[in-house]
C-alpha cells in the first residue's frame, strides 16, 4: 500500500486542522493506521492509531480530547481532526499503515509510511 499525508499548513494556535491520509490498493480496509509526528531536533512520536474497522482507537496523551482520528474505508482515507492546536503540535505528520492486527504506538510496528505534511501551529 502507498500512503500520502495531507492537510498540513501554518495556523495559529488554537485553530483547526485536518490531515487527510490517502491510501493506494484495495485492501486498504484491512490496514491498522497510525498517526505520527516528528518535530526538529526530536524523535518521532505516536500521535493516534484506528483500528482496520473504525472500532477501535489509541491516542497518545499529548492530544487527548483535541485530536480525533477517523476512516472512511470506501474512500481509502484516513483523517486526523486537530482541533485546539498549540505551538508543540508544529512537526511534520505521517501516516503509517500495517497488517497487523494492532500497530498500537511503536513506530517500527509499522511497515508502510507515507512522506509527510508539515503542520506549523504559531503562538
Known amino acids: 500500500v502507498q500512503l500520502q499525508a495531507s492537510g498540513g499548513g501554518l495556523v495559529q494556535a488554537g485553530d483547526s486542522l485536518r490531515l487527510s491520509c490517502a491510501a493506494s490498493g484495495r485492501t486498504f480496509s484491512s490496514y491498522t493506521v497510525g498517526w505520527f509526528r516528528q518535530a526538529p531536533g526530536k524523535e518521532r512520536e505516536f500521535v493516534q492509531a484506528?483500528?482496520?474497522?473504525?472500532?477501535?482507537?489509541y491516542y497518545a496523551d499529548s492530544v487527548k480530547g483535541r485530536f480525533t482520528i477517523s476512516r472512511d474505508n470506501a474512500e481509502n482515507t484516513v483523517y486526523l481532526q486537530m482541533n485546539s492546536l498549540k505551538s508543540e503540535d508544529t512537526a511534520v505528520y505521517y501516516c503509517?499503515?500495517?497488517?497487523?492486527?494492532?500497530?498500537?504506538?511503536?513506530?517500527?510496528?509499522?511497515?508502510?509510511w507515507g512522506r509527510g505534511t508539515l503542520v506549523t501551529v504559531s503562538s
Open positions: 503509517a499503515a500495517t497488517t497487523a492486527a494492532w500497530g498500537g504506538s511503536t513506530p517500527r510496528n509499522y511497515a508502510y
Open positions: 484506528i483500528s482496520w474497522s473504525g472500532g477501535t482507537t
